[in-house]
C-alpha cells in the first residue's frame, strides 16, 4: 500500500485547513483510512479513521471541530480542520489499514506538518 498526502501548512489560530490523502494498492488494506498526529516529544495518536462503509471515530479533542470523509472511487481520504488550535501542532500522518478499532496491519504514508500559530 502507498500512501501520498498532502494539504498541510501554516494557519492561524481559528482558521481551516483541509488534508487529503490517497491511496494504492490491497483494497483489504486501505478499509480504513484515516489520520494520526505526533507532536513534538509526544507519541502518535489518533485523530480520526473511517471505514469504508462510512463508519468513523475520532479522537475527543477534535470531534466537534474535525470532519474525515473519504471517496472511494478514488482511494482518497480528507480531513476538514476548523477552528484549529495551537495545540492542533503536528506532523499528520495518513493510515490505511484493514479494521476500524485496530490499529494491526496498518500502513503509514509521509507526515505532512500542520502548523497552527497564536
Known amino acids: 500500500v502507498q500512501l501520498q498526502a498532502s494539504g498541510g501548512g501554516l494557519v492561524q489560530a481559528g482558521g481551516s485547513l483541509r488534508l487529503a490523502c490517497a491511496a494504492s494498492?490491497?483494497?483489504?488494506?486501505?478499509?480504513?483510512m484515516g489520520w494520526y498526529r505526533q507532536a513534538p516529544g509526544k507519541q502518535r495518536k489518533l485523530v480520526a479513521v473511517i471505514a469504508r462503509g462510512g463508519t468513523t471515530n475520532y479522537a475527543d479533542v477534535v470531534k466537534a471541530r474535525f470532519t474525515i470523509s473519504r471517496d472511494n472511487a478514488k482511494n482518497t481520504v480528507y480531513l476538514q480542520m476548523n477552528s484549529l488550535k495551537p495545540e492542533d501542532t503536528a506532523v499528520y500522518y495518513c493510515?490505511?489499514?484493514?479494521?476500524?478499532?485496530?490499529?494491526?496491519?496498518?500502513?503509514w504514508g509521509q507526515g505532512t506538518l500542520v502548523t497552527v500559530s497564536s
Open positions: 493510515t490505511s489499514r484493514p479494521y476500524l478499532l485496530r490499529p494491526d496491519g496498518g500502513y
Open positions: 494498492g490491497s483494497m483489504f488494506s486501505i478499509n480504513v
